[in-house]
């Protein structure tokens, strides 16, 4: 008898170990099924499609090449036998020294010598085993199976194929191509007696329904219905009013009003793209240990909302977030979307060790191939890291294949996404800043080089030759000028040596003999721009106390600037002034050696007498720094207060300019070219490096060319997204609507949503999920379509309520007799 379609399997707790490559534990637990053994083609039936619907694959090459139809037959047979019950010891294992791969291994024999004479089974000591039951030794094979394989002997033992792919059939240990999560995808026919039923999706239930003799609960009152329906499509509960005026709503389409309703409310997409952001791993931090933020991921979350409330189609929703890079490069948006390869941790701590970062890069890349393969086609590729997979026909050469895809991808914190109008705005914005920058520093200009022609003889490179005043003098210095009429008279420094600039007595003389004008005891005045505090010693009055030396002087408080002023108390006729730093010669600190002095009536309007520029350069001062104060010095009064605004002014523009907000940033990815070709690491092992491969999909899926390769990265990816939203693509819409499924039953017609391979359970209804799969991609890939059908379902609009009868038959309500 043949074992009944998708018959579940014993759940066992699995985890891969692909590190350590040892058998997985818990393996392998299925319920005995009654073995399927097969004579001719037209006896191997397909997990999930009829025969006529069926290609052969290796082991069922059609009419086995040069093979007579007769011997074709049974060399299809025998592969089948060879595949499921004895390659997983005499292939690339060879126990034994046996190879059944290919004929010619077969026939080379093994540790025992020949194994088989061509044409004579009971000469054969490949059939005496199997004849005895010795071999396979976990489970002899079936009558059935034996025949098969003494008629395949007698035959001459013809190979359809060669090498043997023992990914060709699913056995009761792993799964083959044959897989039903592998065959295409076609919208099947009604069951019969489905006439009366609400829906194409209750014509599938209800027939399970029937077939166990289960009567369905009644319909939910309408209280229960909207509360059901809005919380499910918008996360939110309805109304008061809103559940008042749906139940008293007497027209027949009022539950169909109330979900396009429902559809078309912005509250949609944050409610399914949680959902999304579930199945991604959305996190706004790195995770590992330093668990850093991702600044502005939130953008991630939005283009997701956006998505659903837009109902963009599937596959290019897919694809977007895949290659939306490669697909529409100057649209920010998709430098956004492709942010879904970067929502898995990130390892950020720093290592000085080769062959940790190696490691981390393993990971990420790993993360990136894992990430997208379990969200879109539902199967553990990562298991093939390290060995070929033990349960599902994915080689670890396919796993390589499609690092090979994202081998430029790395981690962005700040890609830019600024729009074209966000970077015109910017641009109009400091544009404007530029030009009242480029006025201000304009004018700025013009006053120094004024001062500076002043300051300076035309013939620039000779000015410090023809300068008549020796260089500042730290212990005593004399400034000549001609005789003027004055009351107050200013020295103000632009430069020091080093430090606060420090004066021990600022003396002023006139024409005649009178002596120093400039003294306290002659009713002379001080003050200065500011002193430096706590030190009784530096205070202005020293400026005109007549003493010397460094205990009895002024000290500014500004480093390298400051003025110092005496008023003489009436006008007076002044022509030198002699001033010093330490007149004892002490310290030589603090010694002005750009400065201006000026004179004034009263104090307003200032004439500039003397500086600096007269003085040849100070020892161990640059000439440039030097000249630049000594202009500065050179600036009249007036002057001097319109450089201090437009300084400000600068300073100001200039800080804006600085403060100015960036253009826009996500959290994403960046795409070099990456290799084209990667090494399978043997064993996971980033220190061993095996053969090179090209960028490829995976192999399993038989209707589809895997070849990704491309010239860069991004043509990569895009190449993988159209691969998995080719329409004859059997996993990625599968997996979709079974994940949208879940979402509102609350378990997925596959009870494990990522896993559609052998380790995962098999579909309740496999009709029912094709159903769903090709109306999805029929419809253009319409997300609001498919759950507007299954909300619109009598099973969706179901009661709750326990019935001891039809729990009795299936208690878990896998068959759906209540929601």
């Known amino acids: 008898m043949i074992a009944p379609l998708f018959q579940s399997k014993v759940p066992r707790p699995f985890a891969c170990q692909y590190r350590s490559g040892g058998r997985p534990r818990g393996a392998i637990a299925v ?7 097969v004579l001719s083609c037209s006896l191997l039936p397909c997990v999930c499609c009829p025969a006529s619907e069926r290609s052969d694959r290796n082991g069922g090459a059609s009419g086995g090449g040069s093979l007579p139809k007769e011997g074709a037959a049974i060399a299809r047979s025998a592969s089948r036998v060879l595949i499921t019950r004895c390659l997983e010891c005499h292939g690339a294992d060879r126990k034994g020294g046996l190879d059944l791969r290919t004929r010619r291994s077969l026939l080379a024999g093994g540790d025992s010598g020949r194994v088989v004479v061509a044409g004579r089974p009971s000469d054969s000591l490949l059939w005496q085993r199997v004849r005895n039951g010795e071999m396979p030794p976990d489970e002899p094979l079936a009558p059935r199976e034996r025949e098969t394989l003494r008629q395949w002997i007698t035959a001459g033992v013809p190979y359809a194929a ?73 996360g939110l509960h ?116 080769e062959l940790e970062r190696l490691k981390t890069r393993q990971d990420e890349l790993d993360d990136f191939v894992v990430g997208t393969m379990t969200t879109f086609t539902g199967l553990t590729v990562g298991c093939a890291r390290c060995h070929d997979h033990k349960f599902d026909p994915i080689p670890s050469r396919d796993y390589y294949a499609l690092t090979a895809v994202f081998a430029g991808c790395r981690h962005d914190p700040a890609v830019e996404v600024a729009s074209e109008e966000e970077r015109r705005r910017r641009a109009e914005v400091l544009a404007a800043i530029e030009e009242e ?48 009429t004055a009351r107050y008279v200013r020295f103000t420094v632009f430069a020091t040596n080093r430090g606060e600039p420090c ?161 826009p940033t996500t959290y994403s990815i960046g795409d070099g070219t990456g290799a084209e070709r990667v ?26 060319d895997p070849d990704l390769s491309a010239a860069d990265g991004p043509g990569r990816r895009l190449k993988l997204a159209r691969w998995l939203t080719d329409p004859r693509n059997p996993l990625t819409a599968r997996v979709f609507v079974n994940r949208v499924w879940q979402w509102h039953f609350g378990r997925g017609i596959v009870a494990t949503p990522n896993d559609f391979g052998f380790k995962g359970a098999r579909p309740t209804h496999p009709r029912l999920l094709d159903e769903l799969a090709a109306d999805f991609v029929a419809s253009g890939w319409d997300v609001k379509r498919l759950q507007r059908r299954i909300v619109l379902s009598e099973a969706y609009r179901r009661s709750s309520r326990f019935d001891a009868q039809a729990a009795a038959i299936d208690g878990g309500n896998q068959l759906l007799w209540r929601f």
Do not use: C
Request: charged share 30%; no cysteine; proline share 8%.
């Open 437 to 484: 920058l480029k006025a201000a520093r304009s004018e700025r200009e013009r006053l120094l080089d004024a001062a500076a022609r002043r300051t300076f003889p035309a013939d620039d490179g000779a000015a410090h030759r023809k300068r008549p005043l020796p260089p500042v003098d730290p212990r005593r210095n004399e400034d000549a000028f001609p005789a003027v």
């Open 503 to 663: 004066l021990d007595e600022l003396e002023v003389y006139g024409p005649d003999e009178a002596g120093n004008l400039a003294l306290a005891s002659r009713g002379a005045q001080a003050s200065a721009s500011s002193l430096l505090p706590g030190y009784a010693i530096h205070q202005i009055p020293h400026l005109t106390d007549g003493r010397y030396g460094n205990g009895h002087s002024w000290i500014s408080n500004e480093p390298g600037r400051g003025w110092a002023q005496v008023d003489l108390g009436r006008p007076q006729r002044i022509e030198r002034v002699v001033w010093g730093r330490d007149r004892e010669g002490r310290y030589a600190d603090r010694v002005p050696v750009a400065y201006r002095i000026s004179v004034s009536l009263d104090g307003r309007q200032w004439q500039v007498v003397s500086g600096s520029w007269r003085r040849r350069p100070f020892p161990g001062i640059d000439v440039n720094v030097l000249r630049r104060a000594e202009t500065l010095a050179a600036l009249l009064p007036g002057e001097a207060e319109k450089l201090h605004r437009l300084d400000a002014a600068i300073a100001a523009l200039e800080d804006r300019r600085k403060n100015l907000p960036p253009l």
């Open 162 to 234: 060669e090498p043997l792919d023992p990914y060709a059939f699913t056995s009761d240990r792993r799964a083959g191509y044959d897989w039903w999560s592998l065959q295409p995808v076609r919208r099947p026919r009604l069951p019969r007696g489905s006439s009366g039923a609400a829906s194409r999706i209750d014509a599938f239930i209800d027939a399970r329904l029937r077939a166990k003799g289960i009567r369905a609960v009644e319909s939910a009152d309408r209280a229960t219905l909207i509360r059901r329906v809005t919380y499910d499509l918008t």
């Open 31 to 37: 319920l005995a099924l009654p073995v399927l053994v």
């Open 238 to 353: 309805p109304t008061p009013e809103d559940v008042d005026a749906f139940v008293r709503d007497p027209r027949p389409d009022a539950y169909e009003r109330l979900v396009d309703r429902l559809l078309a409310s912005p509250h949609y997409g944050e409610r399914w793209a949680r959902h999304w952001l579930d199945v991604v791993r959305f996190a706004e931090s790195n995770g590992f240990e330093r668990d850093r933020i991702r600044r502005n991921f939130w953008r991630y979350r939005d283009y997701v909302i956006a998505s659903f409330n837009a109902n963009t189609p599937f596959d290019v929703f897919a694809t977007e977030q895949l290659a939306g890079d490669a697909l529409r490069p100057d649209d920010p948006r998709m430098r956004i979307a492709v942010g879904f390869l970067a929502v898995g941790p990130k390892n950020d701590v720093p290592t000085v060790s």
């Open 679 to 704: 090494p399978v690491l043997l064993r996971g092992d980033v220190r061993r490096s095996g053969p090179l491969v090209a960028a490829a999909a995976l192999s399993a899926v038989r209707s589809l």
